[in-house]
């Protein structure tokens, strides 16, 4: 209480001074408790506490122009396999912050997010079903001087850990933003055809060298430039981003060492990266293309951080994120290092009552995914196990690394019934990105190819009442091989919820055929819900944006409760 | 620090059991994206006295789409109706939001939309998960707001649009 006591006397003392603007208070709380059972045939993982326990609340007071805001967490222990980086363990103040928010200024102290451009070199971000967080604690201020520019400007330290209280790790962030919007900025000087805006972004990071053998820069900075074009339906974008020398586990790092030298004086190499988009769209109708690539873009503010932790910029993965349960199995994940990617999307609505419409229309949604590993002229240096590449874009080499091809259609087929259909092909090599786990919670070798078929009903019963259902078959001859899914929900508008799953490994010739049967149940009212799940989860891997977190097998009961006020 | 926790919430509590008699909540101030990229306040927008639905979305999610393209189907009704505006926020951050705007115009969606791509307005509405929906009335007071979609909640969110408007 101690930290929030300033907090509430500065609000005491704004009601004062402003009271024609009334206080405002709004926040959101979750909390959930899982009871671990044994269950060895699929090495589900109980932890020594048995239960687990976290939450989080965040209270956000506002008053006119002032805001303030604090969020406390807590994890007694965290669930297993949660978070996605370093523990959070105890419970404390994770986020407070204190925020004026003028019209052309907007300051804030304490915690905050920030993203600029597409994220290239900054995005600090969080998410807390993931167990990510990377706020930033410092200061940031946000000047809009005239219309259609921005200007952006932050210093601080980023959270690593939590601790009874959220850590700083120790490295120091800074970064500037500037954004024109030129239509609006030249808005009495040209008449522009189309909508444009242009921006720019530095980063860079100081961290102190402890290291008594490589001699690792202490300053890194990194930049970027983008451009964005909109004219009606056509949209066309794309942000190229540099970094300088930044050697850590994620990145590639040393290039071409002669025999005769040292290891530690190989030559560190910078990073760059580049994304585009265009797409094309009327009603009815959408079409996309995107092309990325990049080459050594970790940059975190921490030199010896894991994989999930103390992430600067933010490097998405160019697949489509999939909510199909089994397609779930095959996650991609961003290779830092190196990587070439295109994806193409298709969205068509077909007319209602054309031949192949029906009488209420179709959906028709495709998209394609390729992720191709660079033309890396690789140099292992085996004692500091670490390889090399020279960066460069858009080259070609031999492995693919992931590629899926998904279709998918649906239709109202009468008032009562909804349906769709898809089918979804997936390559994913789990030598690089592994993602897959067996039942001994193992990443498994080699490529997987998969096929995959997912028909969902939807079926209105009669006035708030609903049944959906899904089966869903996945066919492949690695990993675990086959896979059936039954999904079903009984759903009664606006409060109640019960459904089933049961997901079904029965061609595993190599080993059991598991069942994984959930049952879950649950009650909205307004914002507030509470739900109750029981079953066995299997091992794999939980993602969002570019960044998974490995969930090991576990058998129990998970009572949850969220709620916005 | 072992109760913070639990004091926050009944702090928590006993502030907006307090605040929830005498002051109704306003859209916060917070900054999205117009699908063409410029910048918008939050706290700006309005539908001329008329109310409001703001719901959040993202592409990614399927119950989002389904509540979405639900309402799609009666939406023309809705605005004839009782003039309603709903505007789609959504949460999608740079790995789709290139989807964002051929989905739309791939639905035939009439809704307005932004992209609230780092969170901030998500959070300064205090929300938890997607798809969560929130009703505005005419004077720009938050009346009502719920969380997840089942087929059917959008004909409880037009009987409090209806409930508006009498």
Redesign the interface.
């Known amino acids: 209480m101690k930290k929030i006591l300033p907090l509430i006397l500065f609000l005491a003392g704004l009601n004062q001074a402003y009271s024609q603007n009334p206080l405002q208070v709004r926040g959101n709380f979750s909390i959930e408790a899982q009871y671990y059972q044994e269950d060895s045939a699929i090495a589900a993982v109980v932890p020594d506490e048995q239960i687990a326990l976290q939450g989080f609340g965040n209270i956000i007071l506002t008053k006119g122009k002032f805001e303030t805001g604090v969020r406390f967490e807590t994890y007694l222990p965290a669930f297993v396999g949660y978070p996605a980086g370093a523990p959070w363990e105890g419970t404390g103040i994770g986020y407070r912050y204190a925020k004026y928010n003028g019209d052309k200024l907007e300051i804030t102290v304490g915690n905050f997010y920030e993203q600029f451009g597409s994220g290239l070199v900054l995005r600090t971000w969080e998410d807390r079903g993931l167990g990510v967080d990377y706020a930033l604690d410092g200061i940031r201020v946000v000047a809009r001087p005239i219309d259609g520019v921005t200007i952006k400007g932050l210093y601080g330290k980023q959270r690593f850990n939590f601790d009874n209280g959220f850590q700083n790790g120790d490295g120091i962030v800074r970064g500037a933003d500037v954004e024109f919007n030129l239509n609006q900025l030249l808005d009495s000087v040209i008449n522009f055809k189309g909508q444009w805006t242009i921006g720019g972004s530095f980063v860079s990071k100081y961290e102190q060298n402890r290291d008594p053998v490589y001699d690792f820069p202490e300053n890194v900075g990194s930049g970027s430039v983008r451009l964005k074009y909109q004219r009606g339906g056509f949209q066309i974008g794309g942000e190229y981003a540099y970094i300088s020398t930044n050697p850590s586990s994620l990145n590639s790092n040393i290039v071409d060492i002669p025999d005769s030298l040292d290891p530690s004086v190989g030559i560190f190499q910078y990073g760059q990266g580049l994304q585009m988009n265009t797409n094309y769209s009327k009603k009815g109708f959408g079409i996309g293309l995107t092309a990325s690539s990049m080459s050594n873009m970790a940059l975190q503010s921490q030199r010896n951080s894991g994989p999930f932790d103390s992430w600067i910029n933010y490097l998405p993965p160019t697949s489509v994120l999939q909510t199909t349960l089994l397609a779930q199995f095959y996650p991609y994940a961003t290779q830092p290092n190196g990587e070439v990617s295109f994806r193409g999307d298709l969205f068509y609505n077909i007319p209602k009552k054309s031949l192949l419409g029906g009488r209420y229309g179709t959906k028709l949604e495709v998209s394609y995914t390729h992720i191709q590993e660079p033309d890396f002229p690789v140099v292992d240096d085996f004692e500091a196990n670490r390889k090399g590449i020279e960066p460069t874009l858009f080259s070609w080499g031999d492995d693919t690394y992931y590629e899926d091809f998904n279709a998918k259609i649906t239709r109202r087929v009468s008032k009562k019934f909804k349906a769709s259909l898809m089918y979804m092909y997936i390559q994913y090599d789990n030598d690089v990105v592994l993602g897959a786990y067996d039942y001994n919670n193992n990443p498994t070798k080699g490529v997987v190819f998969a096929d995959l078929i997912a028909f969902e009903g939807s079926w209105k019963i009669k006035k708030g009442h609903n049944l959906r259902f899904e089966l869903q078959a996945l066919f492949t001859e690695q990993h675990l091989q086959d896979w059936f899914a039954v999904v079903a929900e009984y759903t009664v508008s606006p409060h109640w919820f019960l459904s089933v799953v049961n997901q079904y490994n029965y061609g595993n010739a190599d080993g059991d055929q598991f069942n994984f049967p959930v049952v879950s149940s649950g009650y909205i009212n307004g914002s507030n819900r509470i739900s109750v799940t029981y079953g066995r989860q299997r091992a794999g891997v939980f993602c969002v944006g570019g960044v998974c977190r490995v969930v090991p097998a576990s058998n129990g009961l998970t009572i949850s409760l969220t709620s916005s006020f | ?2 109760y ?2 639990l ?3 009944s ?2 509590l006993l ?2 059991s307090v ?1 929830a008699q ?2 109704k ?2 859209i ?2 917070a ?1 999205v994206k117009s ?5 918008f306040n939050t706290s700006d927008f309005n539908n001329d006295g008329k109310p409001m639905i703001i719901n959040f979305w993202a592409t ?3 119950p989002c789409k ?1 509540e979405l393209n639900n309402i799609a189907e009666v939406y023309e009704d809705w605005v004839d109706e009782t003039g309603v505006k709903l505007i789609a926020i959504s949460i999608d ?7 964002v ?8 969606w009439d809704y307005e939309v932004y992209i609230d ?4 307005f998500k ?7 997607v798809p ?1 929906t929130f009703l505005v009335d005419g004077s720009g007071n938050i009346v ?5 979609y ?4 959008e ?2 969110l037009f009987e409090k649009i209806i409930g508006l408007l009498n």
């Open positions: 620090m072992k913070n926790l004091l926050a919430l702090f928590a502030i907006s605040s005498d002051v909540k306003t916060p101030s900054t699908l063409d990229g410029k910048s990614w999610c399927a389904k951050d740079a790995r789709s939001q290139s989807r705007l051929p989905y739309i115009n791939g639905s035939s791509e780092n969170q901030d959070r300064s509405m205090g929300v938890n998960n969560h009502y707001q719920h969380n997840n089942a087929p059917g909640d004909d409880e």
